[in-house]
C-alpha cells in the first residue's frame, strides 16, 4: 500500500523569505500524480500544484515549485517571496495512475505553515 | 459555476441520531468522494463513486452509506451517529481523465455530543 509522509508538523518562514516543505512518498507503481493542497483556516482545500510521475520537468505555478526526485521518492515544495496569505496547512497526496479502482488520494499528515511580517 | 457545494457547514448531533450530508457539484464530474478529516490529520476516504448509480467502500465506510441516484449529488448518511464520527467532512469531485485534480467542498464539521 502506498504512504505519504510529511516530517515537519510545523514551519514557520519570515515573510519575502523561501520555505521548503517537505514529503516523501512508499509505492511501487510507476506511474502516478503527486499534489500539494492548501489548508488555510477557512478549512477550504486548495490545489497548489500538481506533478506527474512520468515528467522529469519540476512543476512551477508563480511562486511555488516542486522539486520531484523519484528514485528517491521525494516531492517537496518551495515557496518563494512567502507571503502573509501563504499561512496555512499543506498536505502532500499521492494519487495512482492505474485504470483500475478509484484513484483515491492519499494524503500526508500536513506541515502547518506560519508566516512571519 | 458553483463547483462543490456541501451543506450544512457545521452541525451538533446526539448520539444515535442520523443525519444526511448533503454534497452536489455542478461540473459534470463522473467521480465523487466523501473524506472525513480528524484533527491534526490528512484526509482519509470513506466512499467514493465512479457514475450515478456506482458506489464502493474506501478506507473507514463503517458507520456510513452513500447513494449516487445523479451525476450531480453525492450525499452522505449518518444512521446512529457515536462520537467517533466527530470529525470534519469533505466532499470532492473530479474527471474521468486520471491526471485530472479533485475539486473539495467547503467541507462540512459534524460534532456528536
Known amino acids: 500500500a502506498q504512504t505519504v509522509t510529511q516530517s515537519q508538523p510545523e514551519m514557520s518562514v519570515q515573510e519575502a523569505e523561501t520555505v521548503t516543505l517537505s514529503c516523501t512518498y512508499d509505492?511501487?507503481?510507476?506511474?502516478?500524480?503527486l499534489f500539494w493542497y492548501k489548508q488555510p483556516p477557512s478549512r477550504q482545500m486548495i490545489l497548489v500544484i500538481r506533478?506527474?510521475?512520468?515528467?522529469?520537468q519540476n512543476a512551477t505555478e508563480n511562486r511555488f515549485s516542486v522539486n520531484f526526485q523519484k528514485a528517491a521518492k521525494s516531492f517537496s515544495l518551495k515557496i518563494s517571496d512567502s507571503q502573509l496569505g501563504d499561512a496555512a496547512m499543506y498536505f502532500c497526496?499521492?494519487?495512482?495512475?492505474?485504470?483500475?479502482?478509484?484513484?483515491?488520494?492519499?494524503f500526508g499528515a500536513g506541515t502547518r505553515l506560519a508566516v512571519h511580517p | 459555476n458553483a463547483g462543490v457545494t456541501q451543506t450544512p457547514k457545521f452541525r451538533i448531533l446526539k448520539i444515535g441520531q442520523s443525519m444526511t450530508l448533503q454534497c452536489t457539484q455542478d461540473?459534470?464530474?463522473?467521480?465523487m468522494y466523501w473524506y472525513r478529516q480528524d484533527p491534526g490529520m490528512g484526509l482519509k476516504l470513506i466512499y467514493y463513486?465512479?457514475?450515478?448509480?456506482?458506489?464502493d467502500k474506501g478506507e473507514v465506510p463503517n458507520g456510513y452509506n452513500v447513494s449516487r441516484s445523479t451525476t450531480e449529488d453525492f450525499p452522505l448518511r449518518l444512521e446512529l451517529a457515536a462520537p467517533s464520527q466527530t470529525s470534519v467532512y469533505f466532499c470532492?469531485?473530479?474527471?474521468?481523465?486520471?491526471?485530472?485534480?479533485?475539486?473539495f467542498g467547503d467541507g462540512t464539521r459534524l460534532s456528536i455530543l
Open positions: 470532492a469531485s473530479r474527471l474521468g481523465q486520471a491526471n485530472q485534480p479533485q475539486h
Open positions: 509505492t511501487s507503481e510507476s506511474d502516478y500524480y
Open positions: 506533478q506527474e510521475a512520468y515528467k522529469q
Open positions: 497526496a499521492y494519487r495512482s495512475a492505474g485504470s483500475g479502482g478509484y484513484n483515491k488520494l492519499i
Open positions: 461540473m459534470n464530474h463522473n467521480y
Open positions: 463513486s465512479v457514475g450515478a448509480g456506482i458506489t
